[in-house]
C-alpha cells in the first residue's frame, strides 16, 4: 500500500480493491451454494453473475452509503438478487438459511483484502475490512429485503386469485341462482360476492337468489351485516335473496350476539331454500314413479 | 340546482300504458324536476284510473339520499292514491352504492327491469 492510498478514506480503499480483485472474488463466490444452486447451467454464469455483484458493491462503497440499503449502486442487481432469492426458497431454504448463505459470501473477500495490506493486522486493515463488513451486511439486508418483497407480491397475488375463485354463481334453476360461500367472509370477499352476485342476477334474469353459507365457519356481526348488505343489494335489483345453510352452532351464535336477521329470509339448507324459490315460482317438483302410480 | 342542465328536458316525460304510468329517469335529476315529477304523478294518478307507477332507473348512474327520498315519497303518494309503485333497472353498481351508503329504500318495491315491474303489477292486480 502507497502512501497515497494510506491517506485514502476505507470505503474507497474497499471501492477500488473490489474493481481490482473482480475477477478473483468472482472466482472464489462461484463456488458457494448461493450462486452455485442458482447458475446451474455454466460456471462462467455463476462468474458473471458474482462480477455484477461485486461491480454493484463497489458503487455502493464508492458512494459512501455502506449503510444505505436503498442505495442507487444496487437497483442493477436487485432483480438478480431476488431470483436468486427465490430459487433458494423453492430449493426449500428458510429466510434465516439464505441470510447465512449471503454472510458466508463475506470470509472470502475480507481474508482477500487484509492480504492486500503490507501489515495485515494494522489500524488501515482493520477499517477497511470493517467497512467492507459493513457493506455486505448491507447486501444481506437487500437479499433479505427482495426476498421478502418477492413473496409479498406472491401472496398478494394468491389472494386475488382466491378471491376470484372461491365466489363462483351457479345458476340453479331458471331465475334461480346460488352463491356458496366458503371460507372467512371478509369485507373484500363480501364485496366480490356482492358484484359478481347482482351481475349474475342481471345476466340470467334472476328472481330468487340463494346465499349458501354452510361453508362459512363462523358467523360474527360483521359477516351477519355483509351478509345483510348482499341481501338488500339483490332486493334493489328485484331479486328476492334467501340465505341458507345456517348451520346449528351458527344459528345459536347469531341469537346470543343478538344480531337480528329477520328481514332476511332464511332456509335451513340450500335444498329448502331451492324449494321455496322453485314454489313461488309455481314450479312444482315431484316424483316421476309417484305420478304413475296415482293414475 | 334548480336550473335545468342545458340539452336536458325540464321536465320528465309520463307515459301512460293502460292503467300503469311509465316514468323513465334519465341522468342526473335536481330538485326542481323532482318536485314538478311527484306533481305529474300524483295529477295523473287522481285524474285517470292508474293502478300501478313503474320508474325505470336503468339510465341513472347514480342515486343519493336526495334522489332516494324522492322516489320513497312518489311511492307513499302513490300507495295513498291506491296505486302500486315499482323502482324498476336498478344497475349493479347503483345497488351496491345505495347499501354502502345504508339507503336500502324499505318502502319501495323493486322489479329487475321494466317488463318484471309490468308482470308484477298484472299479478298482483288479479
Redesign the interface.
Known amino acids: 500500500m502507497s502512501e497515497q492510498d494510506a491517506a485514502a478514506s476505507a470505503p474507497q480503499v474497499v471501492s477500488s480493491f473490489l474493481e481490482q480483485r473482480k475477477e478473483q472474488i468472482a472466482q472464489r463466490w462461484a463456488d458457494a451454494a448461493l450462486f452455485r444452486s442458482v447458475f446451474t447451467i455454466s460456471r462462467d454464469e455463476a462468474v458473471e453473475a458474482c462480477k455484477a455483484v461485486v461491480d454493484a458493491l463497489s458503487e455502493v462503497a464508492v458512494s459512501g452509503q455502506l449503510e444505505n440499503v436503498s442505495a442507487p449502486g444496487f437497483t442493477d442487481v436487485r432483480d438478480q438478487l431476488g431470483r436468486m432469492a427465490a430459487t433458494r426458497t423453492r430449493a426449500g431454504s428458510t429466510p434465516g438459511q439464505i441470510a447465512d448463505e449471503v454472510a458466508r459470501l463475506r470470509e472470502p473477500v475480507v481474508d482477500l483484502l487484509r492480504e492486500e495490506f503490507a501489515d495485515p493486522a494494522g489500524p488501515q486493515a482493520h477499517e477497511s475490512a470493517l467497512a467492507l463488513t459493513l457493506l455486505l451486511g448491507t447486501l444481506r439486508l437487500v437479499v433479505m429485503e427482495t426476498a421478502l418483497d418477492a413473496n409479498a407480491e406472491l401472496i398478494e397475488r394468491q389472494r386475488q386469485q382466491l378471491l376470484e375463485v372461491a365466489t363462483p354463481v351457479i345458476k340453479l334453476w331458471e331465475g334461480t341462482v346460488a352463491v356458496p360461500l366458503i371460507g372467512t367472509l371478509d369485507s373484500a370477499r363480501s364485496q366480490v360476492v356482492m358484484e359478481s352476485l347482482l351481475e349474475a342476477i342481471v345476466d340470467q334474469r334472476a328472481r330468487y337468489a340463494i346465499l349458501d353459507i354452510t361453508g362459512v365457519p363462523t358467523v360474527d356481526s360483521l359477516v351477519a351485516q355483509h351478509l345483510m348488505k348482499t341481501v338488500a343489494a339483490a332486493r334493489l335489483m328485484g331479486a328476492e335473496c334467501i340465505v341458507s345453510g345456517i348451520r346449528p352452532a351458527i344459528a345459536q351464535t347469531i341469537v346470543q350476539l343478538g344480531i337480528d336477521l329477520g328481514s332476511v329470509l332464511t332456509r335451513a339448507s340450500l335444498a329448502d331454500a331451492l324449494a321455496y324459490a322453485l314454489s313461488r315460482q309455481g314450479i312444482e317438483v315431484s316424483r316421476a314413479d309417484a305420478g304413475a302410480s296415482a293414475r | 340546482m334548480n336550473q335545468p342542465t342545458p340539452g336536458l328536458p325540464a321536465q320528465i316525460p309520463v307515459l301512460a300504458l293502460g292503467d300503469v304510468l311509465l316514468v323513465s329517469l334519465q341522468g342526473e335529476l335536481h330538485d326542481g324536476m323532482a318536485e314538478q315529477l311527484q306533481h305529474d304523478i300524483t295529477n295523473r294518478i287522481s285524474t285517470s284510473r292508474v293502478t300501478g307507477v313503474v320508474i325505470d332507473i336503468s339510465g341513472v348512474d347514480m342515486v343519493d339520499s336526495f334522489l332516494g327520498r324522492v322516489l320513497a315519497e312518489i311511492a307513499s303518494t302513490a300507495r295513498l292514491l291506491a296505486a302500486r309503485t315499482i323502482?324498476?333497472g336498478?344497475r349493479?353498481a347503483?345497488?351496491?352504492t345505495?347499501?354502502?351508503l345504508g339507503l336500502?329504500?324499505p318502502g319501495l318495491v323493486?322489479?329487475?327491469?321494466v317488463d318484471?315491474?309490468m308482470e308484477l303489477l298484472s299479478q298482483r292486480g288479479s
Not at chain 2, 323493486?110 to 327491469?113: G, N, P, R, S, V
Open positions: 323502482l324498476a336498478m349493479p347503483v345497488a351496491i345505495l347499501v354502502e336500502t329504500l323493486t322489479a329487475l327491469d318484471r315491474a
